[in-house]
């Protein structure tokens, strides 16, 4: 069966905290940021299934261990949070594991065309061939994410170019490497192999669909662990703060470039964009936040920092259930396309982002003030990030440059996901 496609995709970041001030709207400082780092992660894609929206602030990460059960569990617990609907990011009432484990359980398959014997066995080696959680499908699924990590490498590239005033350049230096990934992907990851065993077991699930159902049920069944269910990434916990697989990006808010330039897809979206400039427990307590706010205003604020994509797997999900219209089921909608249903989005990777770095004008006249807000809302964010600098913590940037301020520390910066489609598909108009 086909899973869900790397490559398209939308990116949400993680939950808003409570808004900081009413008076405070979404500045077009953080449309132009989302319009722009979604472009990016887009890989020049414009698929109409994904859809972009940023939330506030960011996760810390502290570093994990894949060796560590209390890792294990606290990864499979965090991924099992499907976002809801909208420009925002919020977790979902129901997590998804349950959601899904409802569809298994309460879907009815029809039955049009039962299989000869020959067909069954034939359907049945396919089954295995393209069985999630195989090593034909893990490396399979290795070098289709290393062939959409050098799309997103190339489409920053072409960003940084547009920003320096080369334009899109039709030869990116990133080319050779988008070539050599999609080569690797189809010999190395046998994408020929894996496509047509997957494509075998659509064409038999959608005449006799109760060998499918049993098989994606046991995969389910076989995947509890704890309270959640098992979740793979890659690359794995243990190497999401290595050096390889980092992207740099930038963003000046003086960009002039109109909506045009951007993918329209994302500039939609950002139009209802609603996250203010600093969240935290400092909001309602009295304390002001007036020098971090300037920054929205600062047409000298630039932020850069480093991206690397992290994708998820999970072994037992076929993302042909979505799109098959062979069966219904009773407990409502799974997604209508527009939003509505229990399960509108599905993750499918995130973003992680370390070494980030603001530097404004308002920063080198005012960052002792700004530090003082920071350090008295620890668990504040600006825009999409978490700054998460301490009252303890080392003046960062300080050294460096008066008119930066700096947070080293990886965060998980966006949730990337695709629209599910109507789903039940036959019931759903």
């Not at 409802?102 to 029809?110: R, T, Y």
């Not at 590239?157 to 080319?175: D, H, I, M, V, Y």
């Not at 700004?370 to 990030?385: C, K, S």
Request: charged fraction near 25%.
């Amino acid at each position: 069966m086909k899973r869900i496609r790397p490559v398209a995709f939308a990116v949400t970041l993680i939950a808003c905290a409570p808004l900081a001030a009413q008076t405070y709207q979404t500045s077009d400082v953080w449309r132009k940021f989302y319009a722009r780092l979604a472009g990016a992660a887009r890989g020049g894609h414009r698929d109409p299934n994904m859809m972009l929206c940023l939330g506030a602030p960011g996760l810390p990460l502290k570093p994990l261990d894949s060796g560590r059960a209390a890792d294990v569990a606290y990864l499979n617990e965090l991924l099992d949070r499907e976002p809801a609907y909208g420009p925002a990011y919020a977790p979902g009432r129901v997590p998804f594991s349950r959601i899904w484990g409802d569809v298994l359980q309460l879907h009815k398959a029809d039955l049009l065309d039962p299989l000869t014997p020959g067909e069954q066995a034939e359907y049945g080696k396919a089954l295995q061939q393209s069985r999630p959680g195989s090593s034909t499908v893990n490396k399979y699924n290795k070098y289709e994410a290393d062939y959409a990590g050098a799309l997103f490498a190339r489409e920053v590239e072409r960003w940084e170019n547009l920003a320096k005033g080369s334009g899109f350049t039709n030869q990116p230096n990133t080319n050779a490497k988008v070539s050599e990934a999609k080569d690797r992907w189809l010999t190395e990851g046998r994408k020929s192999f894996v496509a047509a065993a997957r494509n075998l077991t659509g064409e038999y699930a959608g005449r006799d669909p109760g060998p499918w159902w049993k098989h994606l049920a046991e995969d389910y069944r076989d995947a509890r662990a704890g309270n959640a269910y098992r979740v793979a990434t890659f690359p794995p916990m243990n190497q999401w703060a290595a050096d390889a697989g980092w992207v740099k990006f930038s963003f000046k808010a003086s960009d002039s470039r109109s909506p045009e330039r951007f993918n329209a897809l994302d500039v939609r979206a950002a139009q209802g964009l609603k996250i203010n400039g600093f969240t935290g427990p400092g909001a309602g307590t009295g304390y002001e936040v007036k020098k971090i706010y300037a920054l929205l205003t600062d047409p000298t604020l630039e932020i850069t920092m480093e991206l690397k994509r992290v994708f998820i797997y999970r072994a037992w999900v076929d993302w042909q259930v979505f799109v098959n219209d062979k069966w219904t089921w009773g407990n409502g909608v799974v997604s209508d396309e527009k939003g509505g249903g229990t399960l509108p989005l599905y993750a499918d990777s995130f973003i992680l982002a370390r070494r980030v770095k603001f530097k404004a004008r308002s920063i080198e006249a005012s960052r002792p003030e700004m530090m003082q807000e920071i350090r008295a809302n620890p668990d504040g964010g600006f825009g999409p990030f978490a700054l998460a600098v301490a009252s303890s913590a080392p003046d960062i940037g300080a050294r460096e440059d008066p008119g930066v301020i700096e947070l080293p520390s990886p965060q998980i910066l966006a949730y990337c996901c695709s629209i599910v489609p109507k789903c039940p598909a036959r019931t759903v108009k």
